[in-house]
């Protein structure tokens, strides 16, 4: 999906020394997404306000609201890995992108350690696990696509250590679980995975 020319001028700023405000960061993000639609046909741009006013509701800082608003942007490749990287961010909000993109062909369990490993980034996948699993959002999809899409965010959340939150949104509870006895760290992850290069209506 390409980026539109007035997204280019906003795209511009990024070798600046001054750091992006949240507000900048998320005219950029509805602007990348304008064009994208999810399963169920509704604007992509709901979903990624959605997901970063979770971060916001559950505490998290301004690099995760940050991250949340991004969280999708290299994955769906509407915005490039070499524009995240030369963009004025903080490393953080940089590292928690990268973490929460999961590469074409990429499994559950690689993607679901990287996130793990990488700080702020699980409070992020937790708004965006809790808005994709509202009940009123998947009402919307067939009811294949339903059952396959509930059986993989529960998969997810059971990886992340993370209980199925309550409430319309998901919102409320569903903190991390805490680690099993004897639990260990397991090998490190691997490095990020390359960007998708399709961008169809994704993730319901």
Do not use: C, F
């Amino acid at each position: 999906m390409g980026r539109s020319g007035s997204a280019a001028a906003a795209y511009s700023r990024v070798m600046s020394e001054q750091m992006l405000t949240l507000a900048e960061v998320e005219a950029i993000a509805r602007e990348a997404h304008a064009a994208q639609r999810d399963k169920a046909g509704r604007p992509y741009v709901e979903h990624i306000a959605a997901v970063a006013e979770g971060v916001r509701a559950r505490g998290g800082s301004a690099d995760q609201i940050a991250a949340g608003w991004l969280h999708d942007t290299v994955e769906d490749d509407v915005l490039s890995r070499e524009w995240l990287q030369q963009a004025a961010l903080p490393q953080p909000v940089k590292e928690m992108v990268l973490a929460l993109t999961k590469g074409e062909g990429e499994d559950l369990e690689t993607y679901t350690r990287r996130i793990l490993a990488t700080p702020g980034a699980l409070l992020v996948k937790q708004s965006d696990l809790a808005h994709n699993s509202d009940p009123a959002r998947l009402a919307l999809l067939d009811e294949a696509t339903r059952n396959r899409l509930t059986k993989k965010y529960a998969r997810t959340r059971e990886l992340l250590g993370l209980t199925a939150e309550k409430g319309p949104g998901g919102g409320g509870g569903g903190g991390p679980r805490p680690p099993p006895r004897g639990g260990g760290g397991g090998a490190p992850p691997p490095p990020p995975p390359p960007p998708r290069r399709d961008a169809p209506h994704k993730k319901g």
